[in-house]
């Protein structure tokens, strides 16, 4: 490559995704590319021309590792959707005019399904009007909803916060042994893939019983089935520990947390802001039934814990942004690296590259056949799946004692 290359991050952030950042960089500095950018709130800093150097920051190999340990989105993130073409094209021919000023040859963009849209639109339009700009995705989201790759970078370490952080929820919770237990809901991200709440079942092992129900979006929530249970766990148990997905819904399409406030707001995309089911849970059992409850969101603490990263997550972070960069060396654009698994025991992983049109904007769900037949629990085809993501520990480095992380100047 002989020009230059820009790095964006965009949806919601990770504790790896500046891993990712890491891998380009890296890559890129190995191939002798002029500069690399990185873009400031995603597309629609980029738009701006909101641009900074990543040398300035990563030159020094002590930046890699503490970008490497620093959650959430070093660059800045956005949630902007791209204009259909038809009508917009100034909008796309600033991007081109942005990159032809920096010299820019690719454009590497972090993120999840909706971000993966940016990149389809910006290498469909380069493609239609003859642009040699090329545009690679490079896979990120907690959600791990993209479709053809094997698990997506973002996932294991927010599974392995979910799982740790349940597993310490239900110690405290059966610590008073009482005769009426105190029911405790715990809402976990995900939209409408419950991959992110099936990771409560990884919190089970030969010291810990795991969750006592664990329900994902991909079956319709049965508001009377889910008292009845809880009325059930509650006279046989001295703890109840439930993990519920943000995203249950009722038979007839509304999530259960808009039940509780009709007027969710809504993002660029058309998602609508999902917080509250458990707090909604929570305060209709104790109504019913007048015993203890108590509502845990892990909300964006799931996403940001990089004190608690997956090893392997991060590693992989870092892979997927050094191949993307590999790729489009070779030429490739309007493709997503994605994470082939090629090996269980011991779990080995690799990458290639997929056309970006059968993945933006497509949300794979949990297989059915993980989810236990009763509906809320997760069987061992999940297990095998997500405990090897979870897997190793990259250690902040902390100072004061608190960790320390990059930030822009
Ligand atoms: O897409 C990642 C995600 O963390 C979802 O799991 C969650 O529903 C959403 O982002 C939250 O979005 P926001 O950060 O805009 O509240």
Request: charged share 25%; hydrophobic share 40%; aromatic share 8%.
């Amino acid at each position: 490559m002989k020009g230059s290359i820009v790095v964006g991050q965009s949806g919601g952030p990770t504790a790896v995704i500046n891993s990712s950042v890491a891998g380009v960089y890296a890559a890129a500095k190995k191939l002798g590319v002029k500069h690399v950018y990185g873009m400031v709130h995603g597309i629609e800093g980029f738009l701006e021309d909101k641009l900074i150097e990543l040398e300035d920051y990563l030159e020094d190999p002590v930046g890699i590792e503490l970008l490497k340990r620093t959650p959430s989105a070093f660059l800045g993130s956005c949630r902007f959707k791209m204009p259909k073409i038809e009508g917009h094209e100034e909008v796309y021919e600033k991007v081109f005019e942005i990159m032809e000023k920096h010299d820019i040859e690719c454009l590497f963009y972090a993120g999840g399904n909706d971000s993966m849209d940016t990149v389809k639109m910006l290498s469909d339009y380069a493609a239609a009007h003859g642009k040699p700009q090329r545009f690679m995705g490079v896979p990120k989201t907690i959600d791990n909803d993209l479709p053809v790759t094997d698990h997506c970078p973002g996932y294991g370490s927010a599974a392995k916060y979910i799982a740790s952080s349940l597993k310490e929820i239900i110690r405290d919770n059966e610590s008073f042994g009482a005769k009426k237990p105190t029911i405790c809901i715990v809402e976990i991200m995900g939209r409408n893939a419950g991959w992110l709440t099936a990771a409560a079942a990884l919190a089970k092992g030969e010291d810990c019983s795991g969750a006592d129900a664990i329900y994902l979006p991909e079956r319709v929530f049965d508001m009377d089935a889910f008292m009845e249970k809880v009325k059930h766990l509650a006279e046989t148990k001295s703890s109840v520990v439930i993990a519920v997905s943000e995203g249950i819904h009722i038979a007839d399409g509304r999530y259960v947390c808009e039940l509780a406030n009709e007027n969710v707001a809504v993002d660029a995309f058309g998602h609508k802001q999902m917080s509250g089911t458990a707090a909604y849970l929570a305060q209709l059992i104790a109504d019913e039934t007048g015993l203890k409850t108590r509502a845990i969101e892990f909300s964006t603490l799931q996403r940001a814990a990089s004190h608690i990263a997956s090893l392997t997550d991060t590693n992989e972070a870092f892979q997927v942004g050094h191949d993307a960069v590999i790729a489009a060396n070779e030429g490739k654009t309007g493709m997503m690296i994605t994470l082939d698994r090629n090996g269980e025991d011991p779990y080995q992983c690799g990458t290639s590259v997929y056309d970006i049109h059968a993945i933006a904007n497509v949300e794979r769900p949990v297989p059915a056949e993980w989810i236990t037949e009763d509906g809320c629990g997760l069987n061992e085809g999940y297990e095998e799946y997500a405990r090897p993501l979870i897997m190793g520990e990259l250690f902040p480095i902390f100072v004061n004692g608190v960790p320390q992380h990059l930030v822009r100047k």
